[in-house]
Nanobody, 123 residues
C-alpha cells in the first residue's frame, strides 16, 4: 500500500516558521524524486520545491527561494520542508509528491500524492 502522509501544518503569524514532514511507505522511496506542491484557495497547484533521489540537487520556486528548504532522509523514508519568514501569500494546502519515470520499451510513470496539510499565515 503506497502512502504519503504530511504533517506539521497549522496557523502561524507572518514572519514565523513551520516545518512540514512527509512520511512515505509502500514503495522504494530512495529511487523517487520528491516534491512539495501547494494550492492556495482559487489558485492552481504550483510546485514549491524538489529534491533528487539522494538529495544532491534541489530546486525552488522563485517565490520561496531563500526562505524554504527541502530535505530528505532515505533511511527514514521522509522528506521535510522547512519554511521560514512566512508570508500571508504562503497560505495554502501543501502536498507531498513522489515522482519517477522509467524508460524501457515504453515510458512508464509513477506519481504518488499525499492528502495535503493546511498552512495558514495570518495575524
Amino acid at each position: 500500500q503506497v502512502q504519503l502522509v504530511e504533517s506539521g501544518g497549522g496557523l502561524v503569524q507572518p514572519g514565523g516558521s513551520l516545518r512540514l514532514s512527509c512520511a512515505a511507505s509502500g514503495f522504494t522511496f530512495r529511487i523517487y524524486a520528491m516534491n512539495w506542491y501547494r494550492q492556495a484557495l482559487g489558485k492552481e497547484r504550483e510546485l514549491v520545491a524538489s529534491i533528487s533521489t539522494i538529495g544532491g540537487n534541489t530546486n525552488y520556486s522563485d517565490s520561496v527561494k531563500g526562505r524554504f528548504t527541502i530535505s530528505r532522509d532515505n533511511a527514514k523514508n521522509t522528506v521535510d520542508l522547512q519554511m521560514n519568514s512566512l508570508k500571508p501569500e504562503d497560505t495554502a494546502v501543501y502536498y507531498c509528491n513522489a515522482y519517477r519515470v522509467v524508460f524501457t520499451t515504453s515510458r512508464h510513470e509513477y506519481d504518488y500524492w499525499g492528502q495535503g496539510t493546511q498552512v495558514t499565515v495570518s495575524s
